[in-house]
């Protein structure tokens, strides 16, 4: 009789574990074997066909045979050589051990179970030749993952005498029977179950589970496509009620789920019953952030809803993703980084932004820092498109701003892309740049919205696919997520701006994002045209542009009207000292102040947007005298003042006798008034006075 939980685990799964007779008398093979015929067992195939169970069983004949084993899923791990080494470090010791060669491995024989081997693909080629050759000979290291090895691994001649691939099938019909059979399915109803999942053992799974909920549950249908249709009806009847749908439904929808975002959605439910419910699915896996239902489950459930109940679906996601904005401020750096990706996976789905939703799913490519060694090549991939004057202008940015290069690498560590933000502040603004491009954005920015100390404005130069250059592929998908990242977090962004080649491939995603075309910032470069497109993070609450924006990621939404987003008032310089000029002739009428501009000036702060119109006009109000009392504290610049405020604040019929109130000759007092004017009007341009 078992003692501990975990015993009774292993029973089970022993108890109800089919078939795999192939698999596992070549796996009993060659651990049974005085040396091992293989160092390798690569198993693969798709998602839900049993790597993960078959793994488990293994695992179980090693202990049977006192044989030291140690199971890791990658799912839970960062794809990086330092996360895999500690997770073995953790499980066989040193826990400090930080290179490969401290690890403490076991004496005889070791089994490594590595599941879930698609994750790491981003460090399998460290994997094949850094780690795999330090292990000892007596270890046997099994891989299961979707796809088939690297072809890196069948090109290597030892490596392919030492590597055995298996590919994992669905389960054959007796067997199929076998496993409904010990899941306790009346003997009548198997055989239809079987036709309509064709031995596939998650959709068996799931079918089991609407048998014993469902008895009467008909499997007999002989229209196409049949397995998806009786899935997604499996799936609906799946849930004992309609909160256990609904929540079912989220966790569909949402990369992870957590119970407390499966609050927020469903808005006040009690969830914890619902949880640990949707944590005893069979077909529902659990990673340090939550659950996640099996691919094929997410989208069977995904699809029933965007024709049964597509509404319910979007506001799910809207639902997500206010959840995700709430939080994003008050984290940390890499709970910011997490909770921007769960966001973006529902950024997915809408249909401007799908075309890059594939990578996302199976993109093996990642970010990196360029080595000294890549930037020539990188210079190279710039020219090819671009032309030589763009590699010269590349390299300049590089010696200027190196750390902010990042390059794209694919599965074999090949550099495939890159992406080059240029971080502009405050003084390269003033003096400008040699660079046409980076001069037409400093340019635009002392004329529409100078950036204050502290600010910065972020501007993508250069982006491109070493192969496709600007036309969707999948180094784009990482080029997105990191320019994304980094508009959303950056502090005190101002215009962040992206010149593109491809205005009419383009200008969708840039529309979607809130981008609108900045005509300022077109440049030409050779024989090649470019336009600008940008938004002023400044001119906006920024939760409430991330509301507005995430708002637009889900599908459809861009067919209902969206509420307004209130944002600050963006002048041209001529126009901001136009309306200071008016707010001054109404400096104590606060009701006359109500139509000025500046009531929407970002230096008003937050109630310049949620703010009544009269406390717009009295935060206004206060404002211009608060600058004009620090203008008065200027020794060389108070007679200016003086001339303010005597025509402005203490109002008077005319002109001349405001001069004559501060004793000086009517010209003397237009050229005083006029220069404490323009003084005032400098001051708050640069914002040198008033914050909010």
């Excluded at 909770?339 to 996302?360: G, R």
């Excluded at 200027?400 to 240029?422: A, K, S, T």
């Excluded at 987003?565 to 310089?573: E, K, M, Q």
Aim: net charge negative; aromatic share 8%.
């Amino acid at each position: 009789m078992a003692t501990t939980i975990e015993q009774r685990i292993r029973e089970v799964r022993r108890r109800l574990f089919v078939g795999r007779e192939r698999e596992l008398a070549l796996f009993r093979e060659a651990v049974g074997s005085q040396e091992l015929p293989v160092n390798v067992i690569s198993i693969h195939g798709p998602g839900g066909v049993g790597k993960s169970t078959l793994l488990h069983e293994l695992l179980l004949h090693c202990r049977s045979l006192a044989v030291s084993a140690e199971l890791i899923d990658a799912r839970d791990l960062s794809p990086t050589p330092a996360a895999l080494i500690g997770e073995l470090a953790r499980r066989l010791g040193p826990k400090d051990a930080s290179i490969v060669g401290e690890i403490e491995l076991p004496p005889g024989r070791l089994v490594l179970f590595l599941d879930t081997y698609e994750n790491l693909a981003p460090i399998d080629r460290w994997i094949f030749r850094e780690l795999l050759p330090t292990l000892r000979a007596q270890t046997l290291v099994v891989i299961a993952g979707r796809e088939r090895l690297n072809e890196r691994w069948r090109h290597d001649a030892a490596w392919r005498a030492l590597t055995l691939e298996i590919e994992l099938m669905n389960l054959s019909k007796g067997e199929s029977e076998n496993y409904l059979a010990r899941l306790g399915i009346d003997v009548k109803r198997r055989a239809a179950v079987v036709e309509a999942t064709c031995g596939h053992p998650l959709a068996l799974t799931l079918a089991a589970d609407v048998l014993r909920l469902r008895p009467e549950t008909d499997f007999s249908w002989t229209s196409a496509p049949q397995t998806l249709r009786e899935l997604q009806r499996i799936f609906l009847d799946l849930a004992p009620s309609d909160a256990h749908r609904r929540a079912l439904e989220v966790a569909a929808t949402v990369r992870t789920l957590s119970p407390a975002l499966l609050a927020h959605v469903l808005e006040g439910e009690s969830v914890a019953d619902l949880f640990d419910w949707l944590a005893g699915l069979g077909f529902v896996d659990r990673c340090p952030y939550g659950l996640f239902p099996h691919e094929l489950a997410r989208r069977v459930i995904v699809a029933s809803l965007e024709w049964r109940d597509d509404a319910w679906l979007q506001r799910i996601r809207e639902r997500a993703l206010s959840y995700y904005i709430d939080r994003l401020d008050d984290v940390g750096t890499d709970e910011q980084v997490r909770l921007f990706e769960e966001s973006l996976y529902i950024y997915l789905h809408h249909p401007v932004a799908a075309i890059l939703k594939p990578w996302f799913e199976t993109n093996v490519h990642y970010t990196d820092k360029a080595t000294d060694a890549d930037r020539r090549a990188l210079g190279e991939m710039v020219a090819r498109h671009e032309g030589p004057d763009a590699r010269g202008l590349f390299e300049h940015w590089l010696r200027e701003q190196p750390e902010n290069l990042v390059i794209v690498r694919d599965g074999v560590e090949n550099v495939v892309g890159l992406c080059f933000p240029l971080l502009i502040g405050r003084s390269l603004m003033l003096r400008g740049s040699s660079d046409a491009a980076v001069d037409g954005l400093c340019r635009y920015l002392r004329e529409r919205a100078p950036l204050r100390e502290g600010e910065v404005s972020v501007f993508v130069r250069f982006w491109l696919d070493a192969e496709s250059y600007q036309v969707p592929a999948p180094s784009h998908a990482r080029t997105f997520l990191h320019v994304a990242q980094l508009v959303a977090t950056r502090p005190r962004l101002a215009l962040g701006c992206i010149a593109v080649r491809n205005e009419q491939l383009w200008s969708p995603m840039m529309t979607l994002n809130l981008h609108q075309r900045v005509e300022e910032l077109d440049f030409d470069l050779g024989d090649n045209r470019y336009v600008g497109f940008g938004f002023d993070y400044r001119t906006v609450d920024r939760k409430l542009w991330r509301r507005a924006v995430l708002a637009r990621f889900a599908v459809g939404a861009e067919q209902r009207r969206e509420p307004e987003l209130p944002f600050f008032t963006n002048l041209r310089r001529s126009e901001f000292d136009d309306a200071v000029r008016a707010a001054l002739q109404s400096a104590n009428d606060e009701a006359s102040l109500t139509s000025s501009a500046l009531t929407r000036w970002r230096d008003l702060g937050s109630v310049a947007l949620i703010g009544s119109d009269l406390e717009r006009a009295r935060r206004l109000r206060e404002l211009l005298h608060d600058a004009l009392e620090r203008l008065s504290a200027d020794p060389n610049d108070g007679r200016y003042y003086q001339a303010v405020r005597e025509t402005f604040l203490r109002p008077v019929a005319k002109q001349a006798e405001a001069a004559y109130n501060l004793g000086l000759p009517f010209s003397t007092y237009r050229r005083h008034l006029a220069r404490g004017i323009a003084l005032l009007c400098e001051q708050l341009w640069l914002g040198g006075s008033w914050s909010g």
